[in-house]
Each structure stands twice: as C-alpha cells, then as structure tokens.
C-alpha cells in the first residue's frame, strides 16, 4: 500500500514537472445575457449572438438549449455555433422568441448556464382605412378610438421600449388627421 502511495505522488510530481497541465471540469468565463431584439420594418440584417465562454482542461465542447430543447445548428441552418457563442440569422419573431442555456462540458462535467431570454420588439403598421370625418366645435371634448397595431416590445429595456413608442406615437399622428372649425 505504501509502494502505490509513493507511486501516485511521484507520478503527479512527474506530470507537474513535464508541463502536462491540470486536469480540470469547465468553469464559465463569460455567460449570455438576455436581449430585446428590435425589428424595423425594413431592416434586412436580423442577427443575434449569445456569448458564452468557459475554461476547463481538456477544453469545453459547447451545446445549447431554446426553452428546454437542445438547438442543432447544422450546415445551411439560421442557428452555429462560433466557439460557444450562439449566432442566430434571420430571427423569426415568433419561433426564436423564448429562454436560451449554453451547457459547457467536458470529461469532468457539464455546467449550465444562467438563463436568457430573447425578445422581439415590433411594431406593425396601421390599417389603412378611410374613416369619416368627426366634427367638433372649439373647447368640447371629443373621443376618437383607434386601434393600435400589433406591436411587442419589453417595458423593462427603456431604450426600445421608448423607441417604440416614439414610433407609435409618429404613426397615430400621421393615421389621424385632425381638423377644428370655428
């Protein structure tokens, strides 16, 4: 028992020395974090990437998961991977909307990353329809209802959340014309 004590300290003594590196399970570096993605009408250029880096000896092979299902991203697919950072083309508002995890592993462990969410924020445009002209005198209150169009958006990113509204504040403007008589 002692002669194999003795064995195992001289071999890690040995490893040590030699430079071979230690042996250890992944540890993240960097983890993803959650994004509201902004589409504008006319915008071509629909990508987003989710970082995550880890450490470990042997080095860490990436996967990642959408709403608790592993992504597969093959040759020719909207998703690939760029050493653990996930890059998804073309989002789709509807299919790549949802909670993201990158798991790092290797022969000592997985580990799983915090969650992130994806958001998509749009806004769509008005209907165009003709409507009849309402007729107030000056100094009564008058209603007018509108529609808002379908939109998205995520009230806690203030930045877009504002943009948005911005936007939808140009579009009321611009599909109600407004006329006072005397």
Known sequence: MELLWKL???LSLVERLAGSGVLLRPVFTKQPGS????IQPGENRR???FSCEAQGHPPPFYRWKLNDSFIQPIPGSRYSLMGGNLQI????KV???GIYQCLASNSFGTIISREASLHVAYLENFKTQRRSPVRVREGQ??????GP???SGDEDDEESFELAAEELERKILEAIAITTFD
């Open 8 to 10: 195992i300290v001289l």
């Open 95 to 97: 299919e790549d909307v």
């Open 35 to 38: 994004v509201v993605f902004p």
């Open 149 to 151: 169009p379908l939109h």
């Open 89 to 92: 083309s073309n989002i789709n």
């Open 47 to 49: 990508e987003v990437v």
């Open 141 to 146: 209150g008058v209603v007018l209802l509108c």
